[in-house]
């Protein structure tokens, strides 16, 4: 398993963002990506994710692999820690929540009404629903946002033992992540200097 993207556009409201990345990422492997705010992370990672379509270029990964987390956390109010898990387990096939509750430090609050929880807690919630996926492909925006330190390097584990079992980990984070396996995609050398506006079906291909 792998994912590919070969002079690879990506485009935002009709407007190109990014030009010409190409960039390879095997199995076991985490990439971070890094630029300043507005850059055009979050345009890149929704491009991967088959959020956005994109102008020009190839892009190959499987789609059935990918598990995405954005800037919210898909987190359902009005039911508890628990039953959102069993919800996403349910959905994805992958039957039972109660290691992910252990794994992500929920087992404590597994029975309270998900929007009592604070900001960092539901953080942690949307991120187990990564372990329920069963997914191979994780592309997490700002994953860390909202985490404190123990936190953050609980997360950082379970990255690393995501990519050890063999799965991928593209995120954006201004942090340096305690993972072994680990490459940096810089996007400041990708700026897309054209302002034209480009119908973002008519070129972009899946390889």
Not at 24 to 51: F, Q
Not at 79 to 96: H, K
Not at 145 to 164: E, I, P, Y
């Amino acid at each position: 398993m792998k994912l590919e993207a070969i002079s690879l556009d990506c485009a935002r409201s009709g407007r190109d963002v990014l030009s010409g990345l190409s960039f390879k990422v095997d199995a076991g492997t985490c990439l971070v990506i890094r630029g300043p705010n507005g850059i055009g992370k979050t345009t890149l990672l929704k491009t991967l994710a088959g959020l956005l379509t994109w102008p020009r270029g190839v892009l190959d990964i499987d789609r059935d692999q990918i598990a995405y987390s954005g800037h919210l956390d898909a987190v359902k109010a009005q039911m508890t820690v628990r039953e959102n898990l069993t919800f996403w387990a349910g959905i994805y096939g992958t039957g039972s929540a109660g290691d992910v509750l252990d794994r992500l430090g929920l087992e404590n609050l597994a029975d309270r009404l998900s929007g009592t929880l604070s900001a960092g807690q539901k953080r942690r919630l949307g991120l187990a629903r990564l372990l329920v996926t069963g997914r191979k492909i994780w592309i997490l925006d700002e994953p860390t946002s909202s985490l404190d330190r123990h936190n953050t390097h609980l997360f950082s584990d379970v990255v690393a033992d995501h990519c050890k079992a063999g799965g991928i980990a593209i995120l954006s984070t201004h942090l340096d992540l305690p993972i072994e396996n680990i490459q940096t995609l810089d996007l400041s050398a990708f700026v897309a200097h054209s302002n034209g506006h480009n119908d973002p079906f008519l070129e972009g291909s899946f390889a």
